[in-house]
């Protein structure tokens, strides 16, 4: 059974609405575990996408068989492991997809983050949004987050204050509507882009990092 989430819609009618947890892995042995545990504390509709693992993943995600897996036999791109888990997800009869990375730099306590604010605008994509100016944060991270921010600004006339965090909440019938061709990270600036260009609401949603 899908997850679902009840909240209040604008006219103060409930609001339900199904999603899963997309957690695309390429040998994060030491965080993966972990973000897979915390995640079920939300929800049991989780598509792992293995891309190519060379460590011990698999033994790890051997632990969790409840598990929706999706295994490549070789690294193919973060763009790929995203494409086969939304396609699963959408087999699956989701109407939002979350991802979250699995190299432990996102905190899962914050997916109800997204389920609130999806609750306020649905069929919107929302991107969360890392404090960039945090000390611990590598200066050409800042930048080049700044950089695909105006780059994204350019191309869509949309001001975003974070458009590369890989902690989002995809509106999955938008996404069957799309035709994808990039396959590594770049992916997740094409995607919000083409979103942006079919007209789909894109905002951020505050995260911790």
């Not at 899908?2 to 103060?12: I, T």
């Not at 945090?134 to 974070?162: A, C, M, Q, Y």
């Amino acid at each position: 059974m899908n997850s679902s989430f009840k909240a209040l819609d604008d006219m103060g009618e409930d609001y339900k609405f199904s999603f899963c947890v997309i957690i695309p892995t390429y040998n994060n042995q030491k965080t993966l575990e972990r973000v897979i545990t915390k995640t079920l504390s939300f929800t049991n509709d989780i598509i792992i996408v293995n891309d190519g693992c060379t460590d011990d993943s698999v033994k790890i995600l051997e632990k969790f068989p409840q598990l929706t897996q999706i295994h490549f036999h070789k690294n193919k791109g973060k763009g790929e492991a995203l494409k086969a888990g939304f396609s699963q997800a959408i087999l699956d009869d989701f109407q939002y997809a979350i991802t979250i990375d699995s190299d432990g730099q996102h905190y899962p306590e914050d997916i109800p983050i997204f389920l609130e604010a999806i609750a306020e605008n649905p069929n919107s994509l929302l991107i969360g949004s890392r404090n960039m100016t945090h000390e611990t944060v590598p200066k050409n991270s800042s930048f080049g987050n700044k950089f695909s921010n105006f780059w994204f600004w350019f191309e869509t006339g949309i001001r975003l204050s974070d458009t590369q965090s890989g902690f989002r909440l995809y509106p999955l019938k938008a996404i069957k509507s799309i035709q994808l061709i990039t396959t590594k990270f770049e992916f997740e600036i094409e995607i919000i882009v083409r979103l942006a260009w079919r007209g789909t609401h894109i905002e951020n949603v505050p995260i911790r990092v």
